[in-house]
């Protein structure tokens, strides 16, 4: 009997290690705010903008309690005292022609180059435009 009483506790300890340690990691907003922050969305990806603790809170009892979170693997803001956890990170879409490609040999200056030609040709092209439509007025 006191082996069985001792495994269940054992067991217990481990399960309730086993929960507080995932109960540190902000992945909803259910979690952000049972830890007493906000969701907020910043260029398409979620945060969670989440009180850090003081010192004296640091203890796993206070988990989940709306104290804020112990560590920030985001930003830290307001001298410290705020994290903007992450919580979805979403990658940013780049437009094509913004981007260079080194495995084809083009430089940074051959593609601020040729940007500089079409926009020339575009400019040039609006000025005939204008000056067509002015002369059939």
Known sequence: MAKFILGAVATSIAATAFFAASASAITNDR?????????????????CLVPIRDEAYQDEIYD????????????ELNDGLYCMYPV??????TDA?????????????????????????????????????????
């Open 31 to 47: 979690e952000c705010t049972s830890e007493g922050g906000t969701m907020v969305k910043v260029k398409g990806s979620d945060y």
């Open 64 to 75: 989940g309690n709306q104290l804020g979170v112990t560590e920030c693997p985001g930003d």
């Open 97 to 137: 022609s913004s981007t260079t490609t080194t495995d084809t040999g083009t430089s940074l200056a051959d593609v601020i180059v040729d940007e500089a030609v079409d926009a020339g040709k575009d400019m040039a092209k609006d000025a005939v435009t204008d000056v067509v439509k002015d002369k059939i007025k």
């Open 88 to 93: 979805t990170i979403r990658p940013e879409v």
